[in-house]
Structure formats: structure tokens, C-alpha cells
């Protein structure tokens, strides 16, 4: 896909990876449609762009609330006079939990914002998305889309939940405008961790040690082979050696793997 003069929606901009694509894409010639639920974040991503919420269009809301997403879309439809790229982006993490000790309701908030949402977005958008000359659906799953990682099985059936969703419809869309990216990025130096919500008394070692250990790649460069993965027209995206590593340890060994990374976990207090 050529990407000067598209125009694309991104959910979660206001940090992260989000925010690196957002200044990524513009520097392609892209125009942008941006969503948080952040006010302070989506403005301070405007400021490095050099645009402002009168020069772009731009919303802070929840991505879960089905209504105001799909407000935004009608109103960056007309913003732009339309849509090519959607981009999934926007996501939640929880601590450590079994599933005996986690809650209801962190459990719905998670599965809300990171499920549910892209595949109602998506979904709404879609017939949208078929009537532009070409177009372009990226959704953010994650290492924890490829391999079951224990305390964290809320995320993982998030993200195992969007990488079926992303194939499936890749499969669907095979023969239309459409294409679809998966992405799995490793540790990422994001606050993806710092903004989850987790026990009280793990809080700051949770943070200090994903930190530390495993975020190992910036999200500028996620960005960068984000951008180049949608010029490529690529469908699978792994970013980072971790990602990689672990793609090809689940591969070769798909049940024996957990062993090993019970292992490493324990040894990082993760």
C-alpha cells in the first residue's frame, strides 16, 4: 500500500505504540484519525505531530463504549470524506492473577477494551472499508497471542481472541480490497504495564521488572516496522528477538514450551 494521502483511524494514540505510529504515519503523508482515553496523552501526541484538535480530528473516549466509537468513525468519515486504515492498537493489561483470584469485573474491562472493542470497530467500519479502492485492518495482538503464559490468562485469551479474529478475517477478505495485519510484538517500552491494574502489593516490582527484563524494544521501532509492514503488504508481523524466539519455541516444542517459560518467569519474579 502506497501510504501518502490515506487516511487512517488508530485506537490508543495517546502513548506507546500508538503514539509512534501516529508521528510514523504522518510522516508518510498520512492523515490521521486518533482516539484515547487519555486527554493529557492525545494532546501531547498532537504537539509532536505539530497538529491540534482543530487541525486534526481527534477523540478522548473509551474504546469500549460501542456508541462514541462509532460517533467517531461517522464524524472522521466526514473529517476526511473517508477511512483506508484501521488500526486496533488500543489496549489493557492486569497484574498477576489465577483464575481463582481474579475479579469479575477487572476480567470484563479487559476483555471490553481489548476484545471486544476492535471486533466492533471493525465490524461497523467494515462495509466502509470495502467501498475505498483499497484498505488496510492492523490489529495488536502480542507475544501473549502466541504462547499461554501463566498468572496472565485474561490477556492471553484477549490477545489469543484477536489473532483468531485478525486470521479468520484475512481469510474471510481474501478476495477483496481488504488486507489484514497481525502483529505480536515482544516487550515493548510502553506503559502498558504501569496503566494496568494489578495487586497492590506487586505494583511497582511488576512495573520495575518488565521494564528492566523485558522491554527490550522501543515504540518507535515497533512503529517503523509497522509502517514498512503495511507498505509491504505483510499479514504477520513479529517485533523483537523475544517475539521471534518465541514463535519458534512454540512451534518446535507446542506443549513442552510452557515447562521452559515457567522456568524463565520465576527466575525474573514476573
Same mark, same amino acid.
Given at each position: 500500500?502506497?501510504?501518502?494521502?490515506?487516511?487512517?483511524?488508530?485506537?490508543?494514540?495517546?502513548?506507546?505504540?500508538? %503514539?509512534?505510529? !501516529?508521528?510514523?504515519?504522518?510522516?508518510?503523508? /498520512?492523515?490521521?484519525? +486518533?482516539?484515547?482515553?487519555?486527554?493529557?496523552?492525545?494532546?501531547?501526541? &498532537? !504537539?509532536?505531530?505539530?497538529?491540534?484538535?482543530?487541525?486534526?480530528?481527534?477523540?478522548?473516549?473509551?474504546?469500549?463504549?460501542?456508541?462514541?466509537?462509532?460517533?467517531?468513525?461517522?464524524?472522521?468519515? @466526514?473529517?476526511?470524506?473517508?477511512?483506508?486504515?484501521?488500526?486496533?492498537?488500543?489496549? *489493557?493489561?492486569?497484574?498477576?492473577?489465577?483464575?481463582?483470584?481474579?475479579?469479575?469485573?477487572?476480567?470484563?474491562?479487559? @476483555?471490553?477494551?481489548?476484545?471486544?472493542?476492535?471486533?466492533?470497530?471493525?465490524?461497523?467500519? @467494515? $462495509?466502509?472499508?470495502?467501498?475505498? !479502492?483499497?484498505?488496510?485492518? /492492523?490489529? &495488536?495482538? !502480542? *507475544?501473549?497471542? &502466541?504462547?499461554?503464559? /501463566?498468572?496472565?490468562?485474561?490477556?492471553? *485469551?484477549?490477545?489469543?481472541?484477536?489473532?483468531?479474529?485478525?486470521?479468520?478475517?484475512?481469510?474471510?477478505? =481474501?478476495?477483496?480490497?481488504?488486507?489484514?495485519?497481525?502483529?505480536? $510484538?515482544?516487550?515493548?517500552?510502553?506503559?502498558?504495564? %504501569?496503566?494496568?491494574?494489578?495487586?497492590? =502489593?506487586?505494583?511497582?516490582? +511488576?512495573?520495575?521488572?518488565?521494564?528492566?527484563?523485558?522491554?527490550?524494544?522501543?515504540?518507535?521501532?515497533?512503529?517503523?516496522? @509497522?509502517?514498512?509492514?503495511?507498505?509491504?503488504?505483510?499479514?504477520?508481523?513479529?517485533?523483537?528477538?523475544?517475539?521471534?524466539? &518465541?514463535?519458534?519455541?512454540?512451534?518446535?516444542?507446542?506443549?513442552?514450551?510452557?515447562?521452559?517459560?515457567?522456568?524463565?518467569?520465576? %527466575?525474573?519474579?514476573?
Amino acid at each position: 500500500m502506497k501510504l501518502k494521502g490515506k487516511i487512517a483511524m488508530i485506537t490508543g494514540a495517546g502513548s506507546g505504540i500508538g %503514539r509512534a505510529l !501516529s508521528i510514523e504515519l504522518a510522516q508518510a503523508g /498520512v492523515q490521521l484519525a +486518533l482516539t484515547d482515553w487519555n486527554e493529557k496523552g492525545l494532546q501531547e501526541t &498532537l !504537539s509532536l505531530i505539530g497538529k491540534t484538535e482543530k487541525t486534526i480530528c481527534s477523540g478522548v473516549f473509551d474504546i469500549a463504549e460501542r456508541e462514541t466509537t462509532t460517533e467517531f468513525i461517522e464524524e472522521a468519515k @466526514m473529517y476526511y470524506g473517508g477511512i483506508d486504515i484501521l488500526v486496533n492498537n488500543a489496549g *489493557v493489561s492486569l497484574g498477576r492473577y489465577s483464575i481463582e483470584e481474579v475479579k469479575d469485573d477487572d476480567l470484563n474491562w479487559l @476483555m471490553d477494551i481489548n476484545l471486544k472493542a476492535p471486533i466492533q470497530t471493525t465490524k461497523y467500519l @467494515m $462495509p466502509h472499508l470495502k467501498s475505498r !479502492s483499497e484498505a488496510y485492518i /492492523v490489529f &495488536l495482538s !502480542s *507475544v501473549f497471542g &502466541l504462547a499461554g503464559i /501463566v498468572g496472565q490468562f485474561p490477556y492471553c *485469551v484477549s490477545k489469543f481472541g484477536i489473532r483468531g479474529f485478525g486470521e479468520s478475517l484475512r481469510m474471510e477478505l =481474501e478476495d477483496t480490497n481488504i488486507s489484514v495485519l497481525n502483529v505480536h $510484538p515482544g516487550g515493548i517500552k510502553t506503559n502498558i504495564v %504501569r496503566n494496568g491494574r494489578f495487586k497492590a =502489593e506487586e505494583g511497582q516490582d +511488576l512495573i520495575n521488572t518488565f521494564d528492566d527484563q523485558f522491554a527490550k524494544t522501543t515504540a518507535e521501532e515497533a512503529a517503523r516496522q @509497522m509502517r514498512r509492514a503495511i507498505e509491504k503488504n505483510k499479514q504477520r508481523l513479529l517485533i523483537g528477538r523475544d517475539a521471534k524466539a &518465541l514463535d519458534i519455541l512454540v512451534r518446535l516444542f507446542p506443549t513442552a514450551y510452557s515447562k521452559v517459560l515457567n522456568r524463565i518467569l520465576k %527466575r525474573s519474579k514476573i
